[in-house]
């Protein structure tokens, strides 16, 4: 399996575009957004099966902060003569504060009934319970506040395969 992984931790624009051309071809895309300051982040996928029994996946997590404005697309296309392809699109954010706005937008152009897709989406807010939760246990508010942030994106970063990697991402989600 070919692994992409995409960071956006500046405001700018980044499109990725990804074909599975190959019979049997399996891809995962993983995506992070880091909008950790006022500025627009786009990020655009689109994944392409132009063979069949192909396999695709696009998970991205991300965060807006401080008037950050974050917009993140996916696209998935599967053509007429595709058979037995599958994908899943799952792509979770979190606004951490009211300055901020996250839109995401998932799309299908299914043209087969031979395949398998299934996406998830979701945009929210920081759960105050788990909040408490720490705070009740001696942790000040902003630290519990960053502490369930990290576990969130941690998520996505412990699926990385390439070590080098996934520690370059944990130093910049740890502002290092």
């Known amino acids: 399996m070919k692994q992409i992984v995409v960071v956006l931790d500046k405001p700018e624009e980044k499109e990725i575009n990804i074909s599975l051309k190959k019979k049997g071809e399996k891809v995962s895309l993983l995506g992070l957004v880091l909008g950790r300051r006022k500025g627009e982040y786009g990020l655009k996928i689109t994944m392409g099966h132009e063979a069949s029994k192909t396999w695709g996946e696009i998970k991205v997590v991300g965060i807006a ?23 899943s ?31 998830g989406v979701s945009v929210g807010e920081v759960d105050e319970e788990q909040i408490l939760y720490l705070t009740n246990r001696g942790i000040g508010r ?13 998520k996505i970063v412990e699926q990385i395969l390439s070590r080098e990697k996934r ?10």
């Open 65 to 87: 902060e401080k008037g950050a404005k974050v917009r993140v697309t996916g696209k998935v296309r599967m053509g007429k003569k595709i058979v037995e392809g599958e994908n």
């Open 89 to 119: 699109m799952k792509m979770k954010l979190l606004m951490l504060d009211e300055k901020s706005q996250v839109t995401v937008l998932p799309e299908f152009e299914i043209e087969s009934d031979e395949v398998k897709a299934s996406h």
């Open 142 to 154: 902003e630290k519990a506040k960053e502490l369930v942030v990290r576990g969130f994106l941690r």
């Open 167 to 176: 520690k370059k991402i944990e130093l910049l989600i740890a502002g290092k």
